[in-house]
C-alpha cells in the first residue's frame, strides 16, 4: 500500500499556501453542498439555516482556494494550459490503472473523507444506474472527475477544481465570491471586462474557453467515445454560474440550451450521492469492465 501523504509531499516539494491551501480537494466540493443543499434532504426536515450552522473547518481554505482561483485563471493562463496539456503526451494507461492513480490524491490528514475519488466516482456512477439511465450516462458518471489528475501533474488546486467560468468577458456577479477577480491581470484589459468580450451574442459554448481545469481537461480526453450529452456533462459540471446561476444565458445557442438539460440532470448525482457505505466494487466489477469495454479504447491518453 502506497503511503498517499508521503507521495502527496514527494511530489508536491513546493507544496505551500500559494498551490494548495485546501486540505483534499473534497473541500471545495464540501462547499458545494453548503452553497446547494440537497433538496430532499431539505424536504426532509434540515433547513438550510442548519446546513450553514456546521462547522466547517475548511470554509476559510476555500476563500483563500478562490482568491487564488479568480486572480490566476487568466485568458492567457488558460492557452497556456490548454497548450501544455491537450496534446496528450504525459502518460497512457488503461482506464483501470487511471484510477488507481487518481486514488492518490487522497490526503490521509483530512478527516471528513475516508472514501477516496473512485468511491466518489463509482456512487455518481451507480446512482445514476440505480435510476435507469441510459449506460453512457453511467459512464460519464465514472468518469467526470477523472481530469483530477492534473493535481498529480503537479498543477495547483486552483487550476483543476473549483466553479468554472468564462474567461475573455466580464465576469458574471453570479460567480461565488466574485470580489477575488480584482487582482486578476485580466480586471485591466478592457475588451475583456465587456459583457461579451471576444465573444458574440449567442455564439455558443463550443467558442467560449471556460477557466482551466478538470471539466475541460477530462472532455477533450473522451471527446472521441462517448455521446455528446455526456460530453456536456463531463465539460460543464463545474460549471455552476451558468448551470446554477443562468450568468451566461447570453452566450447560449439554442443546442446548449437543449444539451445543459443533461447537464442539470447530472448535476444532482455529483452532489447528492456520496454515501458512507461504499459499494461493493468485487460484485460490480464485471458490469463496469464490460461498459468501459463498449465504449473506450484498451488505454487513454493524458
Ligand atoms: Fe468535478
Ligand atoms: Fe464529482
Known amino acids: 500500500m502506497i503511503n498517499k501523504k508521503a507521495m502527496n509531499d514527494q511530489m508536491h516539494p513546493l507544496s505551500s499556501s500559494d498551490t494548495h491551501p485546501l ?6 466540493e464540501e462547499d ?3 452553497r446547494y443543499p440537497d433538496p430532499e434532504t431539505i424536504a426532509k426536515g434540515k433547513t438550510t439555516e442548519e446546513y450553514r450552522n456546521y462547522e466547517t473547518p475548511g470554509r476559510d481554505s476555500v476563500r483563500e482556494f478562490y482568491r487564488l482561483n479568480h486572480t490566476y485563471q ?3 493562463f488558460v492557452r497556456e494550459k490548454r497548450e501544455q496539456y491537450l496534446k496528450f503526451d504525459k502518460k497512457e494507461m488503461s482506464v483501470w490503472d487511471a484510477f488507481n492513480f487518481l486514488n492518490q490524491l487522497v490526503d490521509d490528514s483530512d478527516p471528513d473523507t475516508d ?3 473512485f468511491q466518489h466516482l463509482l456512487q455518481t456512477s451507480e446512482a445514476i ?4 439511465h441510459p449506460d453512457w450516462m453511467v459512464l460519464a458518471g465514472l468518469f467526470h472527475d477523472m481530469g483530477k489528475v492534473l493535481c498529480l501533474f503537479d498543477e495547483p488546486q486552483w487550476a483543476v477544481v473549483g466553479d468554472t467560468f468564462p474567461v475573455g468577458c466580464a465576469w458574471s456577479d453570479k460567480i461565488v465570491y466574485p470580489e477575488y477577480f480584482k487582482d486578476n491581470p485580466d480586471h485591466s484589459n478592457e475588451l475583456y471586462q465587456t459583457k461579451y468580450g471576444v465573444y458574440s451574442h449567442g455564439c455558443g459554448l463550443r467558442n467560449v474557453q471556460l477557466s482551466w481545469g478538470h471539466d475541460e481537461y477530462v472532455y477533450q ?3 472521441d467515445y462517448l455521446p455528446e450529452p455526456a460530453l456536456y456533462m463531463l465539460r460543464y459540471h463545474s460549471f455552476y454560474s451558468q448551470h446554477r446561476e443562468h450568468g451566461y444565458d447570453h452566450l447560449m445557442d439554442d443546442h446548449d440550451r437543449e444539451m445543459f438539460k443533461w447537464v442539470n440532470l447530472f448535476n444532482p448525482y455529483d452532489l447528492y450521492s456520496k454515501n458512507p457505505t461504499p459499494p461493493d466494487w ?3 466489477r464485471p458490469y463496469y469492465e464490460d461498459l468501459v469495454a463498449k465504449y473506450l479504447p484498451a488505454t487513454i491518453k493524458f
Open 23 to 28: 486540505s483534499s480537494l473534497d473541500v471545495w
Open 32 to 34: 458545494l453542498l453548503e
Open 74 to 76: 487568466t485568458f492567457d
Open 115 to 117: 472514501l477516496d475519488q
Open 129 to 132: 444506474r440505480a435510476d435507469g
Open 221 to 223: 480526453m473522451m471527446k
Open 282 to 284: 468485487t460484485q460490480l
